[in-house]
């Protein structure tokens, strides 16, 4: 296993280290070996995860290719429009 020394850390850091390290019943050095671990597995998970998406929503837009679909802006109308027509109908009982 390789070693890895790291100089110059400021206090605070290593001292949140150790609570860290003593919440988690590990040394502060098992605590940093973690903490790399971890930060280096999310970042590949994140990185497998950003693909794996990529792949779906290409998927999705050959599978959806051609079909064309409303504007938003002509959805918006078609609410407002059936929203005042709605508004506009006399009230029952009045």
């Not at 078609?78 to 009045?94: N, V």
């Amino acid at each position: 296993m390789a070693t890895l020394t790291v100089r110059n850390l400021d206090e605070d850091v290593v001292r949140r280290l150790r609570i860290r390290a003593a919440e988690h019943g590990r040394s502060a050095e098992a605590e940093h070996r973690e903490i790399l671990r971890l930060a280096l597995v999310a970042d590949e998970d994140q990185q497998g995860a950003r693909a794996q998406a990529a792949r779906r929503l290409a998927d999705f837009r050959h599978r959806t290719a051609g079909r064309g679909s409303s504007a938003t802006t002509a959805l918006l109308q078609e609410t407002r429009d059936a929203r005042t027509e709605t508004l506009a109908r006399p009230h029952e009982g009045a």
